[in-house]
Structures are given as C-alpha cells and as structure tokens.
C-alpha cells in the first residue's frame, strides 16, 4: 500500500477532520454533502462487519413405501425457474436426512429447495429465512400422488338410432336442415353438391357416406356427428363456420384446406384426412383419433388446440403468437415446427426437419416426454415443468442462442454435442443420461434408465455430477454457481489505513466438491484481482481448517518468488491442524505494477482468473464455513498477517505485532485484527464490488455503509448494491477507455 510516510500525511488530516467535526457525532441524518471518516464509526464489539448470515438447513423425508431409495436435495437463493442460482446439494443419509449449513447475504429472505427422489419426481418450494437454523419434512407420499389436470372433454359416438327424427339420403344442389335431429342410415348416400346449411340447432347423424360441397349456418348452430360406420366427405376442402360442430368417429376427408372459424368445435375420435393445410382459429379443436395432413398445420393467434392421438403433417407445424397447443399423445411432422408460442408436450413430437423456439416461444415438457428432432433453434423457453426428466433427442445440429433459456429437468441430448450454447441452462439439465421408456404414444429412447449407477457410490448417474467417479458426486457453490463475492484489504495493520479498502480488492467462488456422504473432497477456488492500491508487495492466501495431513494437494497458484516453504503437494509447510494454501505470493511482482486499477488517469492492468484446487485425501462432513479464513501477508514478510476480525491468523504468524499502535487483538480471547473502536483491516462483501478510487474512503463512496455498520448491520443490509442514493458513483472506480 501507501509508504508510513504517507501514514503520517493521512493522520494529519485525520486529525484536521477530526478536530472540525469534534462536537458532531455521525449518526444516521449527516447530508450527503458532508465529508465523513471512517474510524469516527462508533461500532459494537459484536459486529464483525459481515453482509452475510450462516443458514443451518436440517431437511428431512418421510418415505411412502419400505425401503424407499435416498433423495436428493437442491437449495438455490432464488426461484431457479427465474434466474436463482444453486448453492448447495446432497443426499440423504440411511435416515433421510439432509443437513447443510451455508451463507446468504442478509438481504436474502427466502431460499428455494428442490426434492427429487429416485425417479427424478421432484418438488420445488420456497422456504422464508427467519432464523439462522431452518427445519422442514416432506412427505413423500403427496410427492408421488400429485394432481394432474386435463383440459380434454369426452363424447359418446350417439349412433344412428331411435333419436334419429328423420333419414335423409339422395342428392340435393344444397340443403337445409331445421330444428329436427336427422340422420343418414348405415349403407345410405347423402350428397349435396352446394351447402349443407344448419338452422335453429339442427343435428346429422351420418352411420351412411355424406358428400358435401361447404357448409353454412343460418344465425344458429348445428351440429355434425360422423358415426364409426359413416363417412364424411368434403369435395372442395372444408371451411367450418362459426357455431358449427363436427364430432368424427368414422372417417372425415378434406379435399383441400380445412379452416376452422373463432365460434367452430372440431373433434376427431376417429380418422381425418386432410389433403391441403389444416388451419385452426377456434379454442375447441381436439383431437383423439389419426389426423393426417398433407399441407401445413397452424394454430393462429389467440387459439388453442389439443392432441390426445396421433396428428402426421406433412408440411410444416406453426404455433403463432398468443396460441397453445397440448400434445398428450403423438405428433409427428415432416417439414419444421416453428414455436412462436406454446406447445406443451406430456407425449412424443417427432420433427424431421428444424424445431424453432422463437423469443416469445415456449416449449413446454413434462415427465416422460420425447421430441426428436434433426436440428433445434433456441431462442426462447425450454420448460421441464414434469416432476421428472423429459428428453429431446437432436440428430444433428443444436443452436442455443442468447435468448434461449432452458429450465428445469430437461435431458438435452445431441448426438455431435451442442454446436452452438449461449443459452441460460438451469442446472438440473442433463446431457443424454436417461431413458424415456415407450407406451402406446412414445417410442421411447435409449440411454440411462435413471436408476443406473455407474460407479456405485450410491447416487444415481442422473443426479451424479461424476457419475464415473465413485470419489465424487456433487457440486456445491460459494456464494452460488454463478457469481463472486469479493475480500477488500487495508494493509497498513497493525497502523490504520485510509479505508478505502482498495489495498486489495479480489474478487472469489468456491467450488465444492462432495461425494455421495456429502463430505467435501474438493475446494476448487476461483480469484480475481480487481485492483491493488498498494505499494507493498504483498501474498494471499488461505487457511483451511483441517490438519494437512488431510491434503492431498493443492495446484493451481501463482508464484513469482521464492521466498515461501512451499512442499510438493502445494501447500505450505509449519503449520499444525490447518492447512495454508498460498494463491499469490508477490500481487506487484506478478502484474508488474507497484499501485494499479485504483487511479482512473493511469493505464488499466488486466488481470487472470486463475483456478487452485485443493484436494482433501480424507474428505470432510465440514471445514468450517465458508469463506473459510483468507488473508494476506504484507510486503514479504510471511508472518505479517491480516485477516477478517476474530479470524485466528495462522501458526506462522509474527504475534508481537498484535496489541500495537492501532491493533486490539486479544489472542487469549479470541480477538483478532480489530481496532479498539472495533474497526476492521478486512472486509468480505456478497458480490463482486464496486470499490473506491484512491483515497476515497468507503464511508463516503457507500451512502449507506454508515448506517449498516452502526447499526450493527440491522439497516441497509444490502448496502453495496447498486440502488438509487446508495452511491457517490464519481468515487468509484471506472475502467478508463
């Protein structure tokens, strides 16, 4: 950092400062405008300056049948269906229990937990934090037994019998029907070269074979019923008007287009044949039966349509804007579906050419349904919204653009692997690794039957991260998947700094790796150096709490000197009951630069992420919570330490130090890196950080920093966001251009 020689500029006008505001105390209504300073904080002993809280999770299972499999829990700090990232997962133990202790920021009120059992049937609920230990059981039983709506209406074939108030058979240029039931009798012929016009709800029973040239209604309904010996054809295609229904057991020919009207009911629970395109522009179009279309399929805007059989269309399968489509059995296209829409499948969609999901599309899937397609492009929503895996199955290309966001229990399985991936993919999908198992609608598909356990550890291989290793199993994050949680230095300890906290400013996550007892085996941290305010050249590192005759390794550093006892697993040697693993050893010598990214008018120093991964040869139920203990060591000398107030420092720690100028570090009890009025060296905010520019210190770039702290961290909780008042944006540091 700074030289002592600066030390003394940055008293004096501590000093100055102080002496102007001496009868000003800080409370919570200073203007903006007013210059306040950092060590004038009047803070608790008890506060530790932490945005985070320690959540204990203790989840449990009352299983429905003897012997029940384990589950699986996911705790994500959000919704995962819009956008909340996965913390931590496991499996339960021989008693179904689940318990995991984790960190969320303050301002996080809920949690959302995910329990899967062995069949990958799964429920999701959203958990209030209102305390630091959560308890909750779930009972299977209601997780097997849910409810499954149906929005389909069933109808009885009425036959041609004594209902029938009149037969009619013969040949008319048009036709009108009036207010009486008719029918055409089995073996009979009915043929009108012009309409068949329906007045005041007239009905036709057809058991015989109907010819018709359109059909017309007269300011009321009628109704058509095609028996399973009768046979209806239309000559010139079929335009369906408005409150006119069609109910087709037999066989229903189109010669040309078919268009169903807004007010228009079409049901077929037999066989239709469409020869040109079917167009469908009501809410009651059902199909039960075999529907075959030669042209195009298209649901229009604002319709609905359902499929409880099988539809083949030859052409291509439009779902316009507005519209939704349910598929519950089989639908199988030749050209492309293009989804502008909603197409919800609980069966099989086969598509030889391209499945398009557009921006405002939505492919809906539930538990054990399939599509097969040649090529898949992305741009909207794939949803498993089953309560187990559903698959699509690519032969040959798969396009996920940025647009695409895939959530929930999807098996995406492209034989070439994914071409193209700048998609938003939930973390229950899966890569080719289950089996749709085949019924009367789906042909079902190879791969995984989900029970399967490759390394037999236990944990299914659809639910095992590593499901080749028996070592391995789950992948747990810190602060989540996605994000980083930043540590800020002043490194002038045990002397005061200039608190703007940029001495150090590296960003961090921790990737956990634990096997199928929920021990932790791997911690794969990723760093990030932000900025350097320092002139002292100064290492990081950190402290985990078990002995290293536990560590395997650890690889993946950065040295520039050679000044540390580092032995051939990568860890530090001298220590008793910890395990030390230094990232940096040198920041300066390694990017070059004595003071960089703090001063807006000098060059910007780009700086890597790099990966260490330690590795634990007896894995661990716990080691502690993270972030564990990091720290730095200033200026090359090892044992001149700074950590997170009441962190222990480490056995090569130069203890004179503590109790000198302003440090009031109380080994005997406990207390660590804490001036006497309770003041911190290092800081651990949940998020990758805007911090300072030099020498503006965080009271002044962070309008509600006081407030949290002096409040001992009850107010302004989520300080450090981005929110309107919350910052001096022109103490922040800008990469400049």
């Known amino acids: 950092m700074k030289t002592y020689r600066k030390i003394t500029l940055i008293i004096i006008s501590i000093i100055t400062l102080f002496t102007y505001n001496a009868c000003q105390k800080f409370n919570q209504d200073v203007p903006s405008n007013t210059e306040a300073d950092f060590t004038d904080l009047n803070i608790s002993p008890d506060f530790k300056f932490t945005s985070n809280e320690k959540i204990t999770l203790n989840l449990s299972v009352t299983p429905s049948i003897q012997d029940e499999a384990p589950h699986i829990f996911k705790v994500f700090n959000a919704d995962p269906e819009r956008g ?216 229009e805007s604002n319709n609905q349509g359902s499929n409880y059989g099988t539809i083949n269309v030859n052409g291509n399968a439009m779902f316009q804007s507005n519209s939704i489509f349910y598929n519950y059995c089989r639908l199988s296209v030749t050209g492309n579906i293009t989804l502008d829409k909603h197409l919800r499948n609980e069966g099989y969609v086969e598509v030889d050419g391209n499945f398009v999901i557009n921006g405002s599309g939505k ?148 990737h956990i790796v634990t096997n199928a007892n929920n021990k932790i085996v791997d911690i794969i941290a990723k760093s990030h150096v932000k900025a350097a305010g320092a002139t002292l050249n100064n290492g990081f590192g950190i402290s985990f709490p078990t002995n290293s005759a536990n560590c395997q390794s650890v690889s993946g550093y950065t040295h520039a000197l050679n000044n540390l006892n580092i032995n051939a697993a990568g860890y530090e040697n001298g220590h008793n009951g910890e395990t030390v693993a230094i990232f940096y050893d040198a920041i300066n010598t390694i990017y070059n630069n004595s003071i960089f990214n703090t001063y807006e008018d000098r060059p910007y120093i780009e700086t890597d992420t790099i990966t260490v991964t330690t590795t634990f040869s007896n894995p661990e139920m716990s080691l502690g919570n993270e972030p564990y203990n990091p720290f730095i060591y200033v200026d090359q000398e090892r044992g001149k330490e700074i950590h997170l107030i009441d962190n222990e420092p480490t056995d090569l720690v130069t203890a004179s130090y503590f109790g000198t100028l302003h440090d009031n570090s109380i080994p005997a009890s406990g207390r660590y890196y804490v001036t006497e009025n309770n003041l911190p060296w290092a800081v651990e905010i949940p998020d990758s950080f805007d911090y300072p520019i030099e020498k503006a210190q965080i009271v002044n770039t962070y309008l509600k920093f006081r407030e949290w702290a002096t409040s001992s961290g009850t107010l302004y909780t989520d300080w450090y966001l981005d929110k309107p008042g919350y910052r001096e944006v022109d103490n922040i540091y800008e990469k400049p251009e």
């Not at 389909?152 to 048009?174: H, L, Q, V």
């Not at 039957?449 to 499901?467: C, E, I, K, R, S």
């Open 84 to 299: 909340g990232k996965l913390i931590s997962q496991g499996m339960t133990d021989e008693l179904y229990n689940y318990n995991v202790t984790f960190t969320l920021p303050e301002y996080k009120d809920s949690i959302f937990v995910e329990n899967s059992n062995a069949n990958g049937i799964y429920e999701l609920v959203g958990i209030k934090v209102t305390s630091n230990t959560i308890n909750r059981s779930f009972n299977t039983y209601q997780l097997l037994n849910g409810k499954v709506s149906s929005l389909k209406r069933a109808y009885a074939d009425p036959n041609c019998g004594n209902d029938c108030d009149e037969a009619i058979s013969g040949t008319y240029g048009s036709l009108e029907l009036d207010k009486l039931d008719f029918c055409v009798p089995e073996g009979s012929t009915l043929t009108v070269n012009g309409e068949l016009k329906f007045k005041r709800n007239a009905t036709i029973v057809i058991c015989g074979t109907v010819n018709l040239g359109n059909i017309a209604n007269i300011n009321n309904r009628g109704k058509i019923y095609v028996s399973k010996t009768g046979s209806l054809n239309f000559s010139y295609g079929l335009n369906l008007p408005s409150k006119i229904e069609i109910y087709n057991w037999g066989t229903l020919t189109s010669f040309g287009n078919t268009i169903t009207d807004e007010t228009a009911q079409f049901y077929n629970f037999g066989l239709a044949n469409v020869t040109g395109s079917m167009i469908n522009r009501t809410n009651k179009f059902q199909n039960e039966g075999t529907l075959n279309v030669t042209g195009n399929f298209i649901n």
């Open 363 to 510: 492919y809906e899937t539930y538990t054990g349904s399939l599509a097969k397609t040649t090529n898949l492009v992305c741009n909207g929503m794939i949803h498993g919204n089953g309560q187990g895996y559903s698959k699509i199955e690519i032969s040959n290309q798969t396009i996920l653009n940025s647009g695409a966001n895939i959530v929930n229990k999807i098996d995406l399985c492209d034989a070439n692997g994914i071409e193209t991936n700048n998609a938003n993919i939930h973390p229950n999908v899966v890569y080719c690794e289950t089996t749709i198992p085949e019924s009367n609608c789906n042909p079902g598909s190879g791969g995984n039957t989900g029970t399967d356990d490759t390394d037999g550890d236990g944990v299914p291989d659809v639910d095992d991260q590593y499901p080749e290793d028996p070592d391995r199993a789950f992948d747990n994050y810190y602060p989540n998947q996605e994000d980083y949680s930043t540590f800020v230095f002043e490194d002038l300890w045990p002397g005061l700094g200039d608190y703007d906290f940029n001495d150090l400013v590296l960003d961090f996550q921790y």
